[in-house]
């Protein structure tokens, strides 16, 4: 079953007006808890509509887990968070299958993957078994135990946080792991006149101890389905292949982007056009997104690093920022003839 087979028919249909008009119900939402961060917000808003799974990498204290944690909240969905940490086994991740006294057999206890959206906190804590054990629910929306397959809900989308690699106590995630990730993004540290919003509000109490959902599950269905409809013309598909295809013969990278990654950027320009009203995808929505989308999949040869920090760092993004300049841009109409 494809993934929107799996929404189709359950869903009602959703105009391109109307989803732009929920998604900036959304946005709004998260920015009373995350002030001044709107293109972080705006960015995981997309990825959940694209269906894809979110890697936000920063230092500590600057909002990554709350941005995940208001996400959550703005969508009547089921939500699970998992603590990423050394100790922490596969088993804890996708489940577990107990001995039952009663009925004399073994009964799968599903594990807090089995949710619509899951915030894994500081996924590079854990070691690299523990994080392999989502590459399977993250690319096929299942979870293998014990030779049973058990299906994830649709909706399903991991929101993960990670540290710097170099901080202490960290793992760097494998690149299968990474690749599976539709975007990174950074939070930054946030302006002064908004740090000292933050001062101001947050003495007494956290607001996203009351912030509601603005979405219900059904709605969020709904949104991803006519997102998948969005039209996309050949000339951008081909642009998007030409942008990936740059990346595996550039002489500053070692890896380039795999066609996963050429998917998963047509995903998110669909999402980021039907987040503007649009009903068909634009060059510039491409463009919009190809550096969280790509950067993050991308190695640097070790003559490129440098000086710059072992995977790249902002390196990375001026490559792709370098790469969106020489490839030529398609000429013609992107809409539906």
Known sequence: MSETEGLVGTAPAMGIDEVGARAADIVRNVEAVISGKREAVTASLTVLLAEGHLLIEDVPGVGKTMLAKALARSVDCTVSRIQFTPD?????????????????????????????LVIGDEINRASPKTQSALLECMEERQVTADGTTYRLEQPFTVVATQNPVEMEGTYPLPEAQRDRFMARISMGYPATADELSMLAHRETASPLDTLEPVVSLAELRAMIVAVQHVFTSEPVKQYAVELARATRD???????????????????????????????????DVDALAVPVLAHRLVPTSRAVGGHDHDGGPLIDQIVRRILAETPVPVGSARRE
Request: charged share 25%; hydrophobic share 45%.
């Open 250 to 284: 550039d002489r500053q990278l070692r890896l380039g982007a795999s066609p996963r990654a050429t998917l998963q950027l047509i995903r998110a320009a669909k999402a980021h056009a039907a987040m503007h009203g649009r009903d068909f995808v634009l060059p510039d």
């Open 88 to 116: 922490l086994l596969p088993s804890d991740v996708t489940g577990v299958s107990v001995f039952d006294q009663v009925s004399r057999r073994f009964e799968f206890k599903p594990g807090p993957v089995f949710a619509n």
